[in-house]
């Protein structure tokens, strides 16, 4: 089965907020791989850049949506989502470039793994290196030890973040810079949870794919170049404290226990302060 069937369509939904560096690289790419199999979308989050003016002057065939104001990567994407007609959502950031055949391997990937709630592409750096997308869930053990806090930045003991593999390989949760799901089993899991404005939306939403009987995969045959953190002009701080954030909203939503209430917001805090004091704010 064909991503060029004419019986199914993708929709590819795009969330932008001052994203003016990466977008036209994004969607020229995008554009090549979706043309024949359905549309793109672009919900932009109030970008004060030239973001929308690129779009409407170099893809008219894209559609965007413009919010007055940034509502957060988790509502834009739902907000896309409602406005779609196709029968599978790609999610895309907007500093991703699909390689050529990647979309049809992630179709196929899709169809051909009956379990399969959703999956996942390779990301690599501009230097064509891997970069890891896919992680453990967070529990109350790893998340001192991921990539995004002090300890396991400074002495290399992520025991969170999954590395790569040569075939498509079950992974309890991944970005979602590339992610493919099907409409209808999106939708029955009523989207992206709004309380994430930035990060940790897609690996809750992989928690509730697992919990609705179903697995995410990483597909390694498909993916692109990411730059990550070029996707969206935010301060680095800012963006470290969305993060922060919403680990502490994650893990009162999943583990609303003593841990949570009272000793992760005080261990998020000082990661933070420590990570802002030595300048390591970047995602």
């Not at 396991?152 to 390989?169: I, K």
């Not at 992610?179 to 939403?205: H, K, P, Q, V, Y």
């Not at 070029?230 to 919403?246: D, E, I, N, Q, T």
Request: net charge positive; charged share 20%.
């Amino acid at each position: 089965m064909s991503v060029n069937n004419p019986q199914k369509s993708v929709s590819a939904i795009v969330v932008t907020f001052n994203s003016i560096e990466r977008i036209e690289s994004c969607l020229k790419a995008l554009s090549a791989e979706i043309a024949s199999v359905g549309e793109i979308i672009v919900h932009d989050n109030a970008s004060g850049d030239a973001t929308v003016r690129a779009i409407e002057f170099g893809f008219p065939h894209v559609k965007i949506i413009r919010s007055d104001k940034n509502i957060g990567f988790a509502a834009a994407n739902n907000r896309a989502v409602a406005e779609s007609k196709g029968d599978f959502i790609l999610f895309v950031n907007p500093d991703f470039i699909i390689d050529r055949g990647a979309l049809d391997c992630m179709y196929k990937a899709l169809i051909d793994l009956p379990e399969a709630g959703a999956v996942a592409g390779r990301m690599r750096h501009p230097n064509d290196s891997f970069q890891p997308t896919c992680r453990k869930l967070p529990t109350m053990k790893n998340i001192f030890k991921s990539r995004g806090s002090f300890i396991g930045g400074r002495q290399d003991t992520d025991d969170y973040t999954l590395g790569d593999f040569d075939v498509p390989t079950e992974v309890p949760a991944a970005a979602a810079t590339f992610l493919l799901i099907r409409r209808d089993f999106f939708d029955s899991l009523n989207g992206f949870d709004e309380r994430f404005f930035m990060f940790m939306e897609d690996t809750d939403l992989c928690l509730r794919i697992a919990a609705a009987g179903k697995k995410v995969y990483f597909i390694p045959d498909a993916g692109g170049i990411h730059y990550w953190g070029g996707g969206a002009s935010v301060p680095g701080f800012r963006r470290l404290r969305y993060h922060h954030m919403s680990v502490w909203k994650y893990f009162l939503k999943h583990y609303p226990n003593g841990f949570s209430l009272l000793l992760l917001p005080v261990a998020l805090i000082v990661n933070l302060v420590l990570k802002a004091a030595l300048g390591r704010t970047g995602k």
